[in-house]
């Protein structure tokens, strides 16, 4: 392979990882409980969709962990270090490019399923506005609560709709749990 490939190739594995260290804190909390609760409950069309699924909460759960990290990265010096700020794999100022970028991406990626999931993208990414940069997270306990319930229940909305047999509408069975 030629050195171009491979310094590419490099960079591309650097970044991906970048990627996955803003969200390793919430693979556990949000996207496999997310994920397998939006299989369960679709029912899973088939084994084919869970791919989708997971990298549909996955791209959603980094905008939100962007956000979140950008606001205030000190504190993560002292709790989490092996993220990617404190861990200085990126600077302030890029990450707060990204997480902009971000926001169109995982639009284009939820058109791609359907207009329900663009609803469900445009309500989190608002969610995550309101948390983050209008401060709801500062808030009195019942707000910021009520924010981070709304933003999981709409995780499980768009999931679930990827999931199912249907991404425009939720299956009777989605609808009684």
Known sequence: MSLSIMSGLRKARYFLYTC????????????IPVSLLASASAPLR???RLPHVLFWVWLHLLQCDLSNQTMDPYED????????????????QE???FRWYIVPACLVLSAMYSAEAVYANIALAGLTVLYNEFHAHRGHWVL??????CGLAFFDLGATLI?????V?????????
């Open 20 to 31: 996955l260290l803003f969200t390793k804190s919430d693979i556990k909390t949000t996207l």
């Open 46 to 48: 088939n084994v084919s």
């Open 77 to 92: 010096e002292q709790n989490k270090n092996y993220r990617p700020l404190p861990a200085k794999r990126r600077s302030l």
């Open 95 to 97: 990450a707060l490019q």
């Open 144 to 149: 910021r609560n009520l924010v981070n319930t």
């Open 163 to 167: 999931a199912g047999t249907d991404p």
């Open 169 to 177: 509408a939720l299956s009777q069975f989605s609808r009684a749990t």
